[in-house]
Nanobody
Framework: VQLQASGGGSVQAGGSLRLSCAASGSIFINAMGWYRQAPGKQRELVATITTGGRTNYADSVKGRFTISRDNSKNPVYLQMNSLKPEDTAVYYC??????????WGQGTQVTVSS
């Protein structure tokens, strides 16, 4: 399974970015989502979405970020609005398959300047 992420970049505070991630390979996806890791910090959950459409968000992004999928498989999108400097991190796409294997994308940098 390979995950191809795109959409990172640099933006000023209050701006928006949209991340996308597509999984290749013939797999059954249980859930997809995004994690992030800021310098000197542990990787943390940002948002996830199950095949059934159930979503989960970190408290720090609720109301600002929206995760979505085009269909029951992929790609998955993360619309990030009202970005803050503390959102600066490397964002990693994540997928868990039906047999509970976890996979990670290569990471995409998001930088928010004040």
């Amino acid at each position: 399974v390979q995950l191809q992420a795109s959409g990172g970049g640099s933006v000023q505070a209050g701006g928006s970015l949209r991340l996308s991630c597509a999984a290749s390979g013939s797999i059954f996806i249980n859930a997809m989502g995004w994690y992030r890791q800021a310098p000197g910090k542990q990787r943390e959950l940002v948002a996830t979405i199950t095949t059934g459409g159930r979503t989960n968000y970190a408290d720090s992004v609720k109301g600002r970020f929206t995760i979505s999928r085009d269909n029951s498989k992929n790609p998955v999108y993360l619309q990030m609005n009202s970005l803050k400097p503390e959102d600066t991190a490397v964002y990693y796409c994540w997928v868990v398959t039906g047999n509970m294997n976890h996979y990670w994308g290569q990471g995409t940098q998001v930088t928010v300047s004040s």
